[in-house]
Every structure is written in C-alpha cells, then in structure tokens.
C-alpha cells in the first residue's frame, strides 16, 4: 500500500528558530515530491516540488531535501516566524495511475512569541 | 488566493439531505481532481477530470456521489443522501497537466451534517 509517513505529528517552537520536519514514504513508483503548507480552515499552498532526481529545493526560509534511495524527505524552516504556524504536509505523485497526490498525515507546527 | 475557487465555503446539512458542491479551476487548466479532508488527516483523493472526462474515481467516492465536469470548466460534487460521516472538508484543485506540473488548491467546502 502507498504511504506516505510524518514526524512529529506536532511541534512548537521560539520564533526566530530553526526546525526540521521528516516524511518518509513507500509510494512507488513516483515521480515527485512535495511539501505543501496549509493553515487552518483553507486549502494547501505548495512550497516546493522536487522530482526523484532532485535532492534539494529552496523556497525563501523553506528548504527541502529528499534522499530517494531511502525514501525520505524534510522539510527545514529558518528563522522561523509567527505566520509559520500551520500544518506542513508531505505529498507524493503516484505515478501508478493517473498521478494522483498521495498526501501525508501533516505535522502541525505552531510558532510561538 | 490560487485562483481556483469553491461554493460554498460551510455547508451545514441535515442528514438524509442531499448537497452540492461547485469549483471553478483556474481557466487553463484541463485537469480538476476533488479531495476529502477529515480533522487532523491529510487529504484523500476522490476522483479526477481530465477536460470533461472523469477518468478516475477513488473506492472512497461511493454510490451517494456524483462527480460532473460538463464543459471542461468548472465542476459539481453532489452527495445524495448525506450521512454523518461524510462530514469533512472536499478540497478541489486543478492544474495544466499531469506529472510534474503543481497542483492548485482552492479553499475548500466545509460539510457539516447533522
């Protein structure tokens, strides 16, 4: 069965801080990796895709990499500020049929004063 | 905002009651997908149109549900006979193609039934 798994399930931090989210995933075979951030009550906004030959993406303070070799993902957060605070979702293109996105549980992440 | 958006946003229902649901893609996309998103869960794939054709549907989208895409703009999701569980967010979303190219979410239609 297509997995896609994340850790922590939740997390808080200091603004200003650094963070680091984990995803790891038995979808096969796929074709791409993202991360999408989606804050409460709306639809997921993407921050980066990265295909299987890629191994690091950046987006401003949001940078991902992905090690396709063992199947794992994260998601690294710089100076982290207080609209942060949202659920960060791992998602991965089956390629099986049709492309369908194959969506992780999410970590929450809230950003503190 | 993506530019893909939905109607409603709430929906309350009691249950029995039939609903539907509209999404308007952004104008150049072919591809519309739906989604259902329960608390604390990722989403889950519903089913996908590629233009006016719905090409496929997921095991989770069951009798009660009917997907339509009759122009290859805009789409329906119509749930007949609501149930409690069927309470969740359906996010729809849509993109230029399939493989690499991002998927646009709109933000959402949120089903309550009573």
């Known amino acids: 069965k297509n997995q896609v798994e994340q850790s922590p399930q939740s997390l808080i931090i200091l603004e200003g801080k650094n963070c680091t989210l984990q995803?790891?995933?038995?979808?096969?075979?796929?074709?791409?990796l993202r991360w999408y951030k989606q804050d409460t009550g709306r639809g997921p906004v993407s921050l980066t895709i990265?295909?299987?030959?890629?191994n690091t993406k950046s987006n401003g303070r949001y940078t991902a990499t992905l090690d396709a070799d063992t199947k794992q993902s994260s998601l690294h957060i710089t100076a982290s500020q207080l609209s942060d605070s949202a659920s960060y979702i791992c998602?991965?293109?089956?390629?099986?049929?049709?492309?369908?996105?194959?969506f992780g549980t999410g970590t929450q992440l809230k950003v503190e004063l | 905002d993506t530019g893909v958006s939905q109607d409603p946003r709430h929906k309350i229902t009691k249950r029995g009651q039939n609903v539907t649901f509209r999404c308007d893609p952004i104008s150049e996309h072919n591809r519309l997908y739906w989604y259902r998103q329960t608390l604390g869960q990722g989403p889950e794939f519903l089913t996908y149109?590629?233009?006016?054709?719905?090409?496929?549907k997921s095991r989770l989208l069951s009798d009660r549900f009917s997907a339509e895409r009759p122009k290859g703009s805009f789409s329906t999701l119509e749930i007949q006979r609501t149930e409690q569980g069927d309470s969740a967010m359906y996010l729809c979303a849509s993109s230029k193609g399939q493989g690499d190219y991002e998927q646009y979410f709109g933000p959402g239609t949120r089903l309550t039934v009573t």
């Open positions: 149109f590629q233009n006016e054709a719905q090409l496929e």
């Open positions: 995803c790891n995933y038995t979808v096969s075979p796929f074709s791409n």
């Open positions: 998602v991965v293109t089956f390629t099986g049929g049709g492309n369908k996105l194959t």
């Open positions: 990265m295909t299987f030959s890629e």
